[in-house]
């Protein structure tokens, strides 16, 4: 038995399956998605909620902070 010789063409081959079995899942998952509205808004909440994370760890990064209720710099408490 010889063993499989191992081309940039197989390996292309293979990746293209890979890639083209990965997007038929990914759109039936996206159709059952949108196609049922028990699933759809609780999906968009989700996304919605990682989004303002994200965006808030980014702006945190850049060094923003928040202020207080009061308008000014929060204050360390002394004990």
Do not use: D, H
């Not at 949108?34 to 994200?54: E, H, R």
């Not at 710099?73 to 004990?79: E, S």
């Amino acid at each position: 038995m010889e063993p499989a010789t191992v081309t940039i063409a197989n390996v292309l081959t293979a990746m293209t399956t890979v890639l083209q079995s990965f997007y038929s899942m990914f759109s039936n998952v996206i159709t059952t998605i949108t196609g049922n509205a028990l699933l759809y808004v609780p999906v968009l909440f989700g996304l919605l909620f990682a989004l303002i994370t994200v965006a808030i760890s980014v702006v945190r990064k850049l060094g923003v902070r928040g202020v207080s209720a009061a308008g000014g710099r929060r204050k360390r408490r002394r004990f």
